[in-house]
């Protein structure tokens, strides 16, 4: 079971990664934007009230549309959306549900897709597989 606290440590241990100063949610500089990583999902609890954040969800780009959709097949229990992220590739996390090894994997990730491609050069790439999974 992961926590907000797991999203914050594993955020800011990536190279120039900061936390926003008016909510939950985690950025990297680049092209003089700060570019989102992970922030707390806000949830509509009662319609045409303003929507909460709530701390069991994190909501955590992704490199595409086609890998959030990968994503949401993979395991429903851990991952969904909502119709306000619609065509935007960032998946909603239940953190309860995941562990600290997957969350440190999915904000890596994001980091990576995010960051200037020099400073994500510098981190490095996971290794890959072939195709034969190898």
């Known amino acids: 079971m992961a926590t907000q606290e797991d999203a914050r440590r594993i955020a800011l241990s990536l190279p120039q990664a900061s936390e926003a100063a ?10 003089g934007k700060l570019r989102g990583l992970a922030w707390a999902w806000n949830e509509r609890i009662e319609p045409k009230k303003p929507r ?14 086609a890998e959030k959709e990968e994503l949401l097949a993979a395991d429903p229990e851990k991952f969904f959306t909502e119709p306000h992220y619609n065509g935007f590739p960032a998946v909603l996390v239940r953190l309860p549900a995941i562990d600290g090894g997957e969350l440190a994997e999915l904000i890596t990730d994001a980091w990576r897709c995010q960051a200037p491609r020099a400073l994500a050069a510098e981190l490095g790439r996971p290794p890959q597989q072939d195709p034969a999974g190898r």
């Open 22 to 31: 008016d909510h939950f949610g985690f950025g990297v500089l680049s092209r």
């Open 52 to 65: 909460v954040p709530n701390p069991e969800v994190l909501a955590v780009r992704v490199a595409s549309v």
